[in-house]
């Protein structure tokens, strides 16, 4: 199991950047491929971005892609997903998951989540 601690979210202008971070623990990290999936109020929970085990290999939703980069380290059990030219359409809660991919479909491998953190992109 691995229990996920997101954080970094907060209050920004539109155009601008922020990083999240999500730390993870148990043994097994390096054996997940790990995504981003977030929730804006009132919609269903979206995938955003994963990244393979290795890290080497990225995928991103076609809303962020060129604009959010998705990495990992895992000598310190966290991922990260830098955001670039933020837009207020990016405003939810972001939650990381170990992930895997069904039919196309990028769903959560453990069925765990963290706590989430809010990214407000104001115009």
């Known amino acids: 199991q691995v229990h996920l601690v997101e954080s970094g979210g907060g209050l920004v202008q539109a155009g601008g950047s922020l990083r999240l971070s999500c730390a993870a623990s148990g043994r097994t990290f390096s054996s997940y491929t790990m995504g981003w999936f977030r929730q804006a109020p009132g919609k269903e929970r979206e995938f955003v971005s994963a990244?393979?085990?290795?890290?080497?290999?990225?995928y991103y939703a076609d809303s962020v892609k060129g604009r959010f980069t998705i990495s990992r380290d895992n000598a310190k059990n966290t991922v990260y997903l830098q955001m670039n030219s933020l837009k207020p359409e990016d405003t939810a809660v972001y939650y990381c998951a170990a992930v895997t991919r069904r039919w196309g479909t990028w769903t959560n491998a453990l069925d765990a989540w963290g706590q989430g953190t809010l990214v407000t992109v104001s115009s």
């Open positions: 990244v393979s085990s290795s890290g080497i290999s990225p």
